[in-house]
Nanobody, 127 residues
């Protein structure tokens, strides 16, 4: 059974930083592309960042480019989202997702492309 568990969310002032962690289990992690999405209640889920199964390719939403960085440690079966220069508009629930890559370096950016999801961690940025 695939399980994704996010952690690292919290309350931070604008301009601050947080690092989110997503710990995976129940899957061969190195075979999965990983992504981060966020959602505000009443709004659609929004793509944030993603990385292919090998870690060689990444893709970011324009709204976070240059401020957020996705990385992975296949030995720990963990993906990270380093968030710097946080803004109040970054406030949301952040969700980790996994997609079986089938050997492709394609970096998925649509939520329907992902097979598995975590429960999320809340990030609140105060102004």
């Amino acid at each position: 059974q695939v399980r994704l568990v996010e952690s690292g969310g919290g309350l931070v002032q604008a301009g601050g930083s947080l690092r989110l962690t997503c710990a995976a289990s129940g899957l061969t992690f190195r075979n999965y592309a990983m992504g981060w999405f966020r959602q505000v209640p009443g709004k659609e889920r929004e793509f944030v960042a993603a990385m292919d199964f090998s870690g060689s390719s990444t893709y970011y939403a324009d709204s976070v480019k240059g401020r957020f960085s996705i990385s992975r440690d296949n030995t720990k079966m963990t993906v990270y989202l380093q968030m710097n220069s946080l803004k109040p508009e970054d406030t949301a629930g952040y969700y980790c997702a996994a997609r079986y890559a089938r050997g492709s370096v394609y970096v998925p950016a649509k939520d329907y492309e992902y097979d598995n999801w975590g429960q999320g961690t809340q990030v609140t940025v105060s102004s």
